[in-house]
């Protein structure tokens, strides 16, 4: 029986009527009575002088959670109305509120961390013996932390309500700015008025001459906006350094860290592992330059493919290659991922207007989750779509937990969306029908790898030093430039050529107010999963059960503890990376041998 998959996502089944839905106001407004009560009942909590108050406690969490699932729910969808259509000017209005909301909740949510942390250890360790707070316990500990960690109950209030027109207002302006960009491009002959995404899907284009060229218009866009990306960046990380300046938080990964439920350690290791074995990737990005006939590679060659025999696959052969590798690995994410497909979560149509990029983000209350990429039938396309599946298979894992003990970091989010996509990249590989298609999608592979070693490298690089800089005042869009050459020469060991000075402004991912450093996460991930499918490609289909046990835990203990109780790894010495990049290394040194 042959089915067909809808490429366009059914929002209709969560509120129906888009971005002038009714049950979706209705819904804000009773988020808005729910947390105008939470904000009341916070005023009036006192901070909890015996462990008889537990079942107080308790009942206020209760309270939190429930907010949170309804503010979380209009969240995701507010997300998809705008990556679906830039113009949508009301998803914009509506944007607005549930950040307005999403502050006051914050507020109030602050107060009753602050005033919980207030609690003596004595009071504090007989309230978690109470059933409903002990299963909460890693999540109460990290908040008791954070609480202490900060200003005063009416400072920190005091920056919540300035950060929605000062901060989450910057970022905003960000997706403002890009929304209203187009690139004008003639194509076969045709003139097309581009969005940043689709000119960016062209980096891929087998042409030279219209990689180079769609290189130069971009790069040239954002260069006619530079000021005003330089403004945005600049204020975006004053108004983070200002509160950092004020909780006395001397050190910027500081927040990133804790956020990732991370230690310096392990970042350091990670690092000066990747750091030590860039020479087998320097050595494919320079044969890739030969067989491009080049001596070295430009930018806007690194997606370039190598070879004409490019497989291109409709979306429902992609959706079927899927299913296929998922079923080997085991029935549950197969079974989940057939869901996701006949279920429309899925907005992969290739049309102008939308957001560039792709993301999983998921509903709550309805126990659902929606992905959205473009999908134009290369077999990267099919790794992304179960990259963002493997997200997805990740929330649906945690529906057992406690919604409080859902909230996993960055970090390990990575690493089910990297798994996922791991499955069907070696699959391609393995099933290629010819020794130059092998080869074809043995370098998407190391494509990959290059952009979680190399690329994500200078992100952070320039990142981490721009930072720096900041605090001694506004750095300007030609400094913005130059830190990007730097970091991208040193992070590519100097195997590209011709650079990408305005990467910084085109990269959404230095923009989001509510992750700060949005970089080293995603290298994480990569290596961390790459472990994880090294263990089930030795137990086959047995290991599933183990890896979602993996996945449950992800949310309630730090990576160092998770990888030591689930891997027997320590993870902060550069040990346990050298294991992840040698199968990389390997891949290189095959590509290598295939290319001769």
Not at 224 to 237: G, M, Y
Not at 278 to 293: D, P
Not at 307 to 314: A, C, P, Q, V
Request: aromatic share 12%.
């Amino acid at each position: 029986m042959s089915t067909t998959y809808s490429e366009v996502w059914d929002l209709e089944s969560i509120f129906p009527g888009g971005s002038d839905s009714k049950a979706f106001q209705d819904h804000l407004k009773n988020l808005t009575e729910m947390t105008t009560a939470f904000s009341e009942k916070m005023n009036q909590f006192q901070t909890p002088h015996s462990k008889d108050q537990a079942e107080i406690v308790a009942e206020q969490i209760e309270n939190a959670k429930n907010v949170i699932m309804n503010l979380r729910q209009a969240g995701a969808f507010v997300s998809c109305l705008e990556a679906q259509n830039m113009a949508d000017k009301q998803a914009n209005v509506l944007r607005s509120q549930v950040t307005t909301l999403s502050a006051q909740f914050s507020t109030a949510f602050n107060t009753f961390q602050q005033k919980l942390a207030a609690s003596t250890d004595q009071v504090w360790k007989g309230l978690l013996q109470h059933p409903a707070l002990s299963e909460l316990e890693f999540v109460l500990e990290e908040w008791r932390k954070k609480a202490t960690d900060k200003l005063s109950e009416q400072e920190e209030a005091l920056i919540e309500s300035l950060s929605v027109d000062g901060y989450h207002g910057w970022g905003q302006m960000y997706d403002t700015i890009v929304g209203s960009m187009t690139i004008p491009f003639t194509l076969d002959g045709e003139e097309k008025e581009l969005s940043v995404g689709q000119a960016n899907n062209l980096g891929s284009h087998s042409d030279p001459k219209v990689r180079k060229k769609i290189f130069e218009k971009l790069e040239k866009a954002w260069g006619e906006k530079e000021e005003l990306f330089a403004k945005t960046l600049n204020h975006l990380a004053g108004f983070r350094l200002n509160v950092y300046e004020k909780r006395g938080w001397d050190h910027v990964l500081k927040e990133p860290l804790e956020y990732n439920r991370m230690q310096q350690d392990t970042l350091d290791a990670m690092w000066g592992a990747i750091t030590k074995h860039k020479g087998a990737f320097v050595k494919y990005l320079n044969r890739k330059a030969e067989l491009l006939g080049k001596e070295k590679l430009d930018w806007y060659d690194l997606n370039a493919p190598i070879s004409s025999e490019k497989e291109t696959l409709s979306y429902e052969q992609g959706a079927k290659f899927i299913l296929k590798h998922f079923e080997k690995f085991g029935p549950e994410m197969a079974q989940f991922a057939e869901k996701a497909f006949d279920g429309a979560w899925i907005e992969a149509e290739d049309r102008p207007g939308k957001r560039p990029g792709g993301f999983c983000t998921s509903f709550p209350l309805s126990e659902e989750s929606r992905i959205f990429m473009t999908y134009s039938g290369s077999m990267s396309n099919v790794a992304t779509l179960a990259h963002e599946l493997g997200h997805a298979f990740h929330s649906h894992t945690l529906k057992p937990m406690h919604p409080l003990n859902r909230s996993y970091a960055m970090n390990v989010a990575e690493t089910a969306s990297t798994f996922a996509e791991a499955i069907v990249a070696d699959a391609a590989v393995k099933e290629a029908s010819s020794e130059e298609q092998q080869k074809s999608l043995l370098e998407d592979k190391l494509q990959r790898s290059v952009a979680m070693f190399m690329n994500i490298h200078s992100r952070f690089l320039f990142e981490t030093r721009f930072y720096e800089e900041r605090k001694n005042g506004v750095v300007p869009a030609s400094r913005l430039n130059e830190l990007m050459v730097d970091a991208q020469q040193e992070a590519y060991g100097g195997a590209i050529n011709e650079a990408h000075p305005r990467f910084w402004a085109s990269k959404l991912h230095f923009y989001i107010t509510g992750v700060p450093f949005y970089n080293f996460p995603y290298t994480f991930g990569y290596l961390f999963s790459l472990s994880i499918y090294a263990k089930a490609i030795e137990e086959g289909t047995d290991y599933e059960e183990k890896y979602m046990a993996l996945l449950r835990d992800t949310a309630i203990m730090s990576v160092e503890e998770l990888a030591m109780k689930h891997l027997g790894e320590d993870i902060t010495q550069e040990a346990f990376w050298e294991k992840g990049i040698n199968l990389c290394v390997q891949d290189a040194e095959t590509f290598l041998k295939l290319t001769k």
